[in-house]
């Protein structure tokens, strides 16, 4: 949390009660990618869907969170620390971190990259025995 309120004071952003509680949510253990409806769940009355909505864009443009593609119905967002890919089951939606490592890659045209995005899509064990 006090990483969290550097960058916000940082960029001179007001760390209100609702933005601490958002944070809370997402330094959860082993916390998967949130979507706004997780978040404005997880939050249990504490503050309405528009300010959650408000919120998350604010935590990603200063760099706390990023998004996350997972090709479902709403953005996800999940903290912008320990770079890492996911892995979705198409059946019944359970995400789990992927570690990997690339060996070789060949990005010869490029002479700078900011950013990259991989995701897994497949069948988890428990739905695949089904």
Known sequence: MDQIYKIFQGKSIKL???RKAI???FLGKHCPPQ?????????QGKADKATVFRNLEIFE???ILRKVDLQKDSVHY????????H?????????EAVKCTFRKLDLSKFREIK???MEFFGICKSCAKG
């Open 115 to 117: 950013d990259h995005s």
């Open 16 to 18: 209100t009660t609702q």
């Open 87 to 95: 892995a979705v089951c198409t059946s019944c939606g359970l995400i």
């Open 78 to 85: 999940e903290l912008n620390a320990n770079h890492h890919h």
């Open 23 to 25: 944070a809370r949510i």
């Open 35 to 43: 979507d706004a409806e997780s978040v404005f769940k997880g939050l």
């Open 61 to 63: 443009s200063a760099g």
